[in-house]
């Protein structure tokens, strides 16, 4: 019972620092998408220097730690002059993170794209830039709905690592309620209790999208 | 102080902290590898609620961030009597997190296994036994290896989360360092290089096998 009343009594704190948590990864999620579609049209581009790099930013965004990811930029932007508060320099580090595995993503869903439908195009004379935009893009959209759910869970869960350059997310503020009431395991239960529900909402909103786009696909 | 520098003066204390890295990792591998085998196999059972627990804690685990479970564990544990060193604590965190995942993995390696096998091999009077050691589990292998080491490669960089709860790997040394200098950056850049150099040999020992292995099939 004592979960019961921690959770009464601090409802307004979890509130604040779940919608932290959402806000956060929400945003880091669509912010990235513009830059993960990016890197996946240069991981196939035609020039190999475009290429090359595209491929070394992947591999380094997802073959390294995110918490070490996220003091890289945390130290590394305010020694070259910027200035960051831990907000914005934590939401920095999801976007570069999570554009990496958009990119990924994407990568896969352009190849699942038929290429008989580019051709065609380029045969009818339709510009590079349209064919992007009016036919490849809308079909990846709807072929990457599963992946790009799957990321954002992974995004709400890794959001909590920003917690160690003092955000006050869902879990830092589990851990300001652990000081005060010495329930480590009440109260992170409670908090885990929490990013479940949030998930299972993604998750939910993620087959509606899916099954509203693949409507699409009929018509 | 440049990265080079930062390395050559304390390649001892990164070496410790690799090795501490690459120790706990695989520690937790194991465990998880083992215990995922085994909740996936609990999942076949033909009890609904062992099946319906399984289930349980796998969306447990997949809903929650790992730092969650080992604060619950590190700091959580006292509370009810059990005190857990960092080290075992992170071990056990990290395993019984990753556990979940590689009983998704092995879920999907079993289900792709056609049933006309297995029935061949009830028809031969093979055990249930033998049906999972020498049929279902060397295909399902094969199958499985990119995803296999697409989630070891994982159970690595989540073992940067063990130095918030103090042990001295990799990430942990990288704020020792940041300490005992005036340095902020290059002891972060010269561990972040490590990592990177740890999980793309992981990567790629999962590409050797996959290509090793997709001569047999």
């Known amino acids: ?219 | 102080m440049t990265v080079i520098d930062t390395i050559s003066q304390f390649l001892p204390l990164l070496l410790s902290g690799a090795w501490a890295t690459l120790y706990v990792t695989s520690l937790a591998t194991v465990l998880a590898l083992g215990l995922g085998l085994v909740l996936e196999l609990l999942n076949g059972s033909s009890l609904a609620p062992v099946r319906w627990m399984v289930r349980t804690y796998v969306e447990i685990m997949r809903g929650t961030p790992v730092l969650i479970v080992l604060f619950m564990l590190y700091y959580g544990g006292p509370s009810i009597g059990l005190v857990v060193d960092p080290v075992p604590a992170g071990i056990l965190g990290l395993g019984i997190y990753g556990a979940a995942y590689f009983a998704e993995i092995f879920r999907a390696g079993f289900q792709s296994i056609p049933r006309g096998q297995i029935e061949a091999g009830e028809m031969l009077g093979l055990s249930r036994t033998s049906i999972v050691l020498r049929i279902k589990i060397p295909q399902m292998l094969r199958l499985i290896i990119p995803a296999l080491f697409g989630q070891i490669v994982m159970m690595f960089k989540e073992s940067a989360l063990l130095s918030i709860i103090t042990v001295s790997e990799l990430t942990k040394v990288a704020t020792q360092i940041v300490n005992e200098t005036s340095s902020i950056i290059e002891p972060y850049i010269a561990v972040t290089v490590i990592y990177w150099v740890i999980i793309e040999a992981v990567a790629r020992c999962g590409l050797f096998l996959e290509r090793r292995f997709s001569h047999g099939a």
């Open chain 1, 1 to 219: 019972m004592e979960f019961l009343h921690i959770a009464w009594a601090y409802k307004e704190m979890l509130l604040v620092g779940a919608a932290t948590t959402a806000v956060i990864s929400g945003a880091s999620i669509l912010l990235g998408m513009p830059l993960g579609l990016a890197f996946a049209f240069g991981l196939v581009s035609h020039n190999r220097p475009i290429r090359l790099f595209c491929a070394v930013y992947r591999s380094f965004w997802r073959g390294t730690p995110l918490l070490v990811q996220i003091l890289l930029v945390f130290y590394l932007l305010p020694s070259i002059g910027l200035d960051l508060s831990p907000v914005t320099a934590a939401v920095l580090a999801l976007i570069l993170n999570t554009s990496a595995f958009q990119a990924e993503i994407f990568r896969g869903g352009l190849s699942a794209v038929p290429k008989g439908q580019v051709e065609a195009a380029q045969m009818l004379g339709i510009a590079p830039i349209t064919i992007r935009r009016r036919i490849v893009i809308p079909q990846l959209l709807r072929l990457v709905t599963p992946a790009i759910t799957n990321e954002f869970i992974s995004i709400l869960k890794n959001s909590s690592i920003i917690s160690v350059i003092s955000v006050t997310e869902l879990l830092r503020t589990g851990q300001q309620i652990v000081s005060a009431t010495y329930r480590p395991l009440e109260v992170y239960g409670l908090i885990a209790i929490i990013y479940i529900v949030m998930n299972l909402v993604i998750a939910q909103l993620g087959r509606r999208a899916e099954a509203r786009l693949a409507r699409g696909a009929r018509a």
